[in-house]
T-cell receptor, first 119, second 115 residues
Framework: GAVVSQHPSWVICKSGTSVKIECRSL??????MFWYRQFPKQSLMLMAT?????????EQGVEKDKFLINHASLTLSTLTVTSAHPEDSSFYIC???????????????FGNGTRLTVT | DQQVKQNSPSLSVQEGRISILNCDYT??????FLWYKKYPAEGPTFLIS?????DKNEDGRFTVFLNKSAKHLSLHIVPSQPGDSAVYFC??????????????FGPGTRLSVLP
């Protein structure tokens, strides 16, 4: 089945530093990947849609300059949390769909998430 | 405005019994629904889906029922097993362009299956 690998699984960083999270589709190509954030005991909040070869589409309220997304290839999207602050501490998850851009009605496959702690 | 609702934040069921998780949605344009299961510190895993042209889809111990007129779907797990203990997310999407390829997720229901 389709596998999405996310790295690292957890990271601790100091306030003011930047952290990069990678999301890879291992056995399929993904023109679009999604980045989510999950707060404790809450649902997945879509942050942005990552499009291969073009700019990401950010959801309302998500700072583009803070959460930099790069989707340089069909199998890799990265999320960089810049100048991280303690309030950025959260669980970040990426997802992708196998089957091409028109396959809206096929499941999303998720990475295992990244637990970010900013001290 | 929450388009996908899961009104029960938690549910406890005895092992071997049936678990029923409910989900309501407000947008009548949704035409594809899914259930995801999530363990702590892991990403969600796809469980089962249903298209709006159906009212039932079954896969092993898991059955999803869709009632379009009531804008309601439910996930039945029978028999429930301790390994089913997780958070279950209901998700929906539409072929309409403004949804792109994303799903709208409910807040989740934490299922605890007691041995």
């Amino acid at each position: 089945g389709a596998v999405v690998s996310q790295h690292p699984s957890w990271v601790i960083c100091k306030s003011g530093t930047s952290v990069k999270i990678e999301c890879r589709s291992l056995d399929f190509q993904a023109t679009t990947m999604f980045w989510y954030r999950q707060f404790p005991k809450q649902s997945l909040m879509l942050m942005a849609t990552s499009n291969e070869g073009s700019k990401a589409t950010y959801e309302q309220g998500v700072e583009k300059d803070k959460f930099l997304i790069n989707h340089a290839s069909l199998t890799l999207s990265t999320l960089t949390v810049t100048s991280a602050h303690p309030e950025d501490s959260s669980f970040y998850i990426c997802s992708a769909r196998a089957g091409g851009s028109s396959s809206y009605n096929s499941p999303l496959h998720f990475g295992n998430g990244t637990r970010l702690t900013v001290t | 405005d929450q388009q996908v609702k899961q009104n029960s934040p938690s549910l406890s069921v005895q092992e071997g019994r049936i678990s029923i998780l409910n989900c309501d949605y407000t947008n009548s344009m949704f035409d594809y629904f899914l259930w995801y299961k999530k363990y702590p510190a892991e990403g969600p895993t796809f469980l089962i889906s249903i298209s709006s042209i159906k009212d039932k889809n079954e896969d092993g111990r898991f059955t999803v029922f869709l009632n379009k007129s009531a804008k309601h779907l439910s996930l039945h797990i029978v028999p429930s097993q301790p390994g089913d203990s997780a958070v279950y997310f209901c998700a929906a999407t539409s072929k309409l362009r403004n949804y792109g390829q994303n799903f709208v997720f409910g807040p989740g229901t934490r299922l605890s299956v007691l041995p």
